[in-house]
């Protein structure tokens, strides 16, 4: 059993930065893809970011590719998203979910826990 705790969200202005923190159970990191999902208001939960297991592949959505990134601290067994350049349209609710498939897709269906999200609100 995975368990998935993200912290991290609150308001903030266009333009500005979060950091949000993904805290999972001991030795998530060396079996499972780490990725992180966003759902706005009104809107399908869609795939923002993640990390392979190895830590060596990461990948992003293209709507935050270059404003976005990816990290994790081994030593804490956590995962971050770095969140630069904010805009209204990253508002919404960021989930942290794992896949144990090694065939890798960034399909809701395809991780199998989740935590129980964090809120972002950016301002105009």
């Known amino acids: 059993q995975v368990q998935l705790v993200e912290s991290g969200g609150g308001l903030v202005q266009a333009g500005g930065s979060l950091r949000l923190s993904c805290l999972a159970s001991?030795?998530?990191?060396?079996?499972?893809?780490m990725d992180w999902f966003r759902q706005a208001p009104g809107k399908e939960r869609e795939y923002v970011a993640g990390l392979s297991w190895s830590g060596i592949i990461t990948r992003y959505s293209d709507s935050v590719k270059g404003r976005f990134t990816v990290s994790r601290d081994i030593a804490k067994n956590t995962v971050y998203l770095q969140m630069n350049n904010l805009n209204p349209e990253d508002t919404a609710v960021y989930y942290c979910a794992v896949t144990s498939s090694n065939d890798w897709s960034p399909s809701v269906d395809s991780h199998e826990w989740w935590g129980r999200g964090t809120q972002v609100t950016v301002s105009s």
């Open positions: 001991e030795g998530t990191f060396s079996r499972y893809y």
